[in-house]
């Protein structure tokens, strides 16, 4: 039996190979400026039009705003790693892209106290089909997001592009631990294979939007701490994030088991075009944060409050041994 796992385990360690290989293979840039053309117009929107802007991962000159056609910012960063951190104060022009953007490489000490963050995780698409890498995937995910929050200043939007594993994993306290720091705006989970075609890069990423809170504020936005049993396709016990279970139109498409990994869910496309509704998304998203303004503005510091946040939210920061 033990030996049977083995090769078990070894057969899905090769698989994740491929996967690897096939995701350093795949083009993005296609997915990635669909994606920040209706981003920015709602970064704007949220009142972050000046300071400074920091980009990482693959893609990020883009995302960030940089004009499609004219000579890339020089990265050397592949598909599967983190790469230079890029920096620039940010653009003027409402909409993507931004002519006026010079990003370049941040220096060490440059980053802290950003205003905005773009961070293009690894991986984030990639289904790994071996249990620690999973795992791992969390993790690491989980380890890049508390650093570039650690870059923002209080107020500050961090935007990540992250694996599913990270929401929906079964290990809560990466997620707890962001929430200590930083309120969900908003997520968007975006269709298997949105971001690129080939094998095994289907794992349906999710479009993050956290901002970093003031001292002594309680916490906001989404709970997205625990996951909650929802109804999916005649199952009637499929665990998915809270913030999903709440908002499922927040996926951009149709929530479907996972024919692959049957405790998970998949988002299969409603038709050829995510980016009408990722548009109407991301306009509700901007709209409840001014509502509850939390926004680019800095609220002031206060007294914590006396009562506890109610169930399902995270609960207010506390001591902090990245000191963040």
């Given at each position: 039996?033990?030996?049977?796992d083995s090769?078990?385990?070894?057969?899905?360690?090769?698989?994740?190979?491929i996967a690897?290989?096939?995701?350093?293979?795949?083009?993005?840039?296609?997915?990635?400026?669909?994606?920040?053309?209706?981003?920015?117009?709602?970064?704007?929107?949220?009142?972050?039009?000046?300071?400074?802007?920091?980009?990482?991962?693959?893609?990020?000159?883009?995302?960030?705003?940089?004009?499609?056609?004219?000579?890339?910012?020089?990265?050397?960063?592949?598909?599967?790693?983190?790469?230079?951190?890029?920096?620039?104060?940010?653009?003027?022009?409402?909409?993507?892209?931004?002519?006026?953007?010079?990003?370049?490489p941040a220096?060490?000490?440059?980053?802290?106290?950003?205003?905005?963050?773009?961070?293009?995780?690894?991986?984030?698409?990639?289904?790994?089909?071996?249990?620690?890498?999973?795992?791992?995937?969390?993790?690491?995910?989980?380890?890049?997001?508390?650093?570039?929050?650690?870059?923002?200043?209080?107020?500050?939007?961090?935007?990540?592009?992250?694996?599913?594993?990270?929401?929906?994993?079964?290990?809560?306290?990466?997620?707890?631990?962001?929430?200590?720091?930083?309120?969900?705006?908003?997520?968007?989970?975006?269709?298997?294979?949105?971001?690129?075609?080939?094998?095994?890069?289907?794992?349906?990423?999710?479009?993050?939007?956290?901002?970093?809170?003031?001292?002594?504020?309680?916490?906001?936005?989404?709970?997205?701490?625990?996951?909650?049993?929802?109804?999916?396709?005649?199952?009637?016990?499929?665990?998915?994030?809270?913030?999903?279970?709440?908002?499922?139109?927040?996926?951009?498409?149709?929530?479907?088991?996972?024919?692959?990994?049957?405790?998970?869910?998949?988002?299969?496309?409603?038709?050829?075009?995510?980016?009408?509704?990722?548009?109407?998304?991301?306009?509700?998203?901007?709209?409840?944060?001014?509502?509850?303004?939390?926004?680019?503005?800095?609220?002031?510091?206060?007294?914590?409050?006396?009562?506890?946040?109610?169930?399902?939210?995270?609960?207010?920061?506390?001591?902090?041994?990245?000191?963040?």
């Amino acid at each position: 039996m033990q030996s049977a796992d083995s090769d078990e385990s070894a057969r899905l360690k090769a698989l994740d190979e491929i996967a690897h290989d096939w995701h350093v293979r795949a083009p993005t840039t296609d997915a990635h400026m669909k994606i920040a053309i209706h981003l920015w117009a709602q970064i704007k929107s949220l009142g972050y039009t000046s300071g400074r802007l920091l980009a990482v991962g693959q893609d990020a000159d883009l995302l960030a705003g940089h004009p499609p056609g004219t000579p890339r910012t020089a990265q050397a960063v592949g598909p599967g790693e983190a790469g230079l951190v890029l920096s620039a104060g940010l653009p003027q022009a409402d909409q993507w892209p931004h002519p006026d953007l010079r990003l370049e490489p941040a220096a060490t000490n440059a980053p802290v106290g950003s205003d905005v963050m773009i961070a293009n995780l690894p991986y984030a698409d990639t289904r790994f089909l071996d249990r620690s890498n999973q795992i791992d995937i969390a993790l690491e995910h989980h380890r890049m997001i508390r650093i570039a929050l650690s870059w923002l200043r209080p107020g500050g939007l961090l935007v990540a592009l992250a694996h599913r594993q990270l929401l929906d994993g079964t290990d809560a306290e990466p997620r707890r631990s962001i929430a200590q720091h930083a309120d969900l705006l908003g997520a968007v989970r975006l269709p298997a294979s949105a971001l690129r075609a080939g094998p095994f890069q289907d794992s349906p990423a999710d479009l993050l939007l956290l901002r970093r809170r003031e001292p002594s504020h309680p916490a906001s936005g989404l709970p997205f701490i625990d996951r909650s049993p929802v109804h999916v396709h005649g199952r009637p016990d499929m665990l998915i994030n809270a913030c999903y279970a709440n908002e499922p139109w927040f996926a951009l498409g149709t929530i479907v088991p996972d024919p692959i990994d049957p405790d998970l869910t998949t988002v299969a496309p409603a038709n050829g075009n995510f980016e009408p509704h990722l548009s109407d998304v991301l306009d509700v998203i901007t709209d409840a944060a001014i509502h509850h303004e939390t926004t680019a503005h800095v609220r002031p510091t206060r007294g914590r409050p006396s009562t506890p946040p109610p169930p399902g939210r995270p609960a207010a920061p506390g001591p902090d041994p990245l000191g963040i």
